[in-house]
């Protein structure tokens, strides 16, 4: 089954070239366009799609709400959101985060890579571009504002395995980098990191970082 794709972007140019690049992928499929954040959150709910590329600077609703809007949306729980803009700059990346995206990357990215990156972000993976280190994650994420709803009461419910392989996930570490360093299987790492997410209530990897760093659990590195 191909991979949705939901291309948001207010300039035609953009939008056609993804448009090519992804269709001619055989395990992707572009679903729809939008030119604003409305009409990418509609287009959302309307074509299913399983990731949306989203641009930041959009009139109406910039891409930012947009993607809150999509997100907090209880009937889009599949959808991810990567953003890309060329303006990659910290403040960014820190708000595309906090917003709910599942990646960030500019649109100076190769070609290969940005096809990668839709298939990671569909996987359930977070996906930051080289720009958006582990350094600046933690930088911007460790200010202190409180974490919503239940998550503090929620991370007492880990296990010292689950809090081990969460502290190894907020460091950037990839499932199989997990199981390498803790001497399991990476289907087990995986297992670990699923069963995180479902106690904590999270979408995916780059909203466990989120609440890893939002709650203290994880510190920013000195």
């Known amino acids: 089954m191909s991979i949705r794709v939901l291309l948001a972007d207010d300039q035609t140019l953009i939008r056609a070239g993804f448009r090519m690049l992804i269709q001619n992928a055989p395990d992707l499929e572009v679903v729809g366009e939008a030119t604003n954040g409305h009409e990418a959150v509609r287009l959302a709910r ?3 799609a399983d990731v949306v590329l989203m641009d930041i600077r959009m009139p109406d609703l910039d891409g930012l709400a947009a993607t809150r809007a999509i ?3 209880e009937t889009l729980a599949g ?3 990567l953003i890309l803009t060329t303006f990659e700059a910290d403040e960014y990346v820190f708000q595309a985060l906090r917003s709910g995206a599942s990646g960030f990357l500019g649109k100076g990215v190769e070609p ?29 994420l460790a200010s202190p504002e409180p974490a919503a709803g ?4 929620a991370l007492a419910t880990l296990t010292e395995r689950e809090r081990e392989v969460l502290t190894l996930v907020a460091a950037g570490l990839s499932n199989d980098a997990i199981a390498a360093r803790l001497y399991v299987s990476p289907l087990t790492a995986k297992t670990h990191v699923n069963r995180i997410m479902a106690k904590l209530s999270v979408r995916d990897r780059a909203q466990l ?3 890893a760093y939002q709650t203290g659990f994880a510190r920013s590195p000195s």
């Open 46 to 48: 309307e074509t299913h």
């Open 71 to 73: 997100t907090a949306d």
């Open 79 to 81: 959808v991810r959101v």
């Open 112 to 140: 290969a890579d940005l096809l990668d990156a839709i298939r990671v972000v569909a996987g359930g993976e977070a996906l930051l571009s080289p720009k958006a280190t582990k350094a600046l994650i933690a930088r911007y």
């Open 150 to 153: 239940d998550a503090p009461a």
């Open 209 to 211: 970082v989120v609440l």
